[in-house]
């Protein structure tokens, strides 16, 4: 149980495109995703806190107009990355809280983003 | 504002040996606890937590943390290392339910045959 998947896996997009990443909860739902975002060697940094039917929270730095963050149901958030450009090149990762047990995070596989 | 220290970025051990990560938190109040571990390009694995119920946690894979409130620590040990468990482990903490996870630096563990 606890399964959360992320699509895509890995994508390479050219410099001032936009792509979608969808966070799912396979076997349960969840009422809060968070995105992170990990660079090589480093820990998770927190990028924002997506509720299902409300705006996402995001945390002092993070460019919500940059990335878009959606949460449309209990098993699915989006990260939308708009004009993506180099810098944004990352290791991107959901995680999910299930709202029967609330208080652990089940992560996706991540997905990797390399902007040319 | 909470903290999450690991003490070591890099652990090398022989196969067969123990494995000990540490974790210190900064908190007030005692918070919910976890380890976790990433495999290269991939997402974290839960491998135990604590939520205030018996301070000794058993998780997967042979790990096991044990909460210490006076020290403000909940190090991962492992008796005998595996050369499975060459991995990046995340010590995380979060002061309720629901509320976001505060991670340590990370500890990357090498094992050696």
């Known amino acids: 149980g606890a399964v959360v998947s992320q699509h895509p896996s890995r994508v390479i997009c050219k410099s001032g495109t936009s792509v979608k990443i969808e966070c799912r909860s396979l076997?349960?739902?969840?009422?809060?995703m968070f995105w992170y975002r990990q660079f090589p060697k480093q820990s998770l940094m927190l990028m924002a806190t997506?509720?299902?039917?409300?705006?996402?929270?995001?945390e002092q730095g993070v460019e919500k107009d940059k990335f878009l963050i959606n949460h449309a149901s209990l098993t699915l958030s989006t990260l939308t990355v708009t004009s993506a450009h180099p810098e944004d090149s990352s290791f991107y990762i959901c995680?999910?809280?299930?709202?029967?047990?609330?208080?652990?995070?089940?992560f996706g596989p991540g997905t990797r983003l390399l902007v040319l | 504002a909470q903290s999450v220290t690991q003490l070591g970025s890099h652990v090398s051990v022989s196969e067969g040996a123990l494995v000990l990560l540490r974790c210190n938190y900064s908190?007030?109040?005692?918070?919910?606890l976890f380890w976790y571990v990433q495999y290269p390009n991939q997402g974290l694995q839960l491998l135990l937590k604590?939520?205030?119920?018996?301070?000794l946690v058993k998780g997967i894979n042979g790990f096991e943390a044990e909460f210490k409130k006076s020290e403000t620590s909940f190090h991962l040990t492992k008796p005998s290392a595996h050369m499975s468990d060459a991995a990046e482990y995340f010590c995380?903490?979060?002061?309720?339910?629901?509320?976001?996870?505060?991670f340590g630096g990370g500890t990357r563990v090498l094992v050696k045959p």
């Open positions: 995680s999910a809280r299930d709202r029967g047990i609330g208080e652990t995070q089940y």
């Open positions: 076997d349960f739902q969840a009422t809060t």
């Open positions: 997506s509720n299902e039917g409300s705006k996402a929270t995001y």
């Open positions: 908190s007030s109040v005692p918070p919910y």
């Open positions: 604590y939520t205030s119920a018996a301070t």
């Open positions: 995380a903490a979060t002061k309720a339910a629901g509320n976001k996870l505060t």
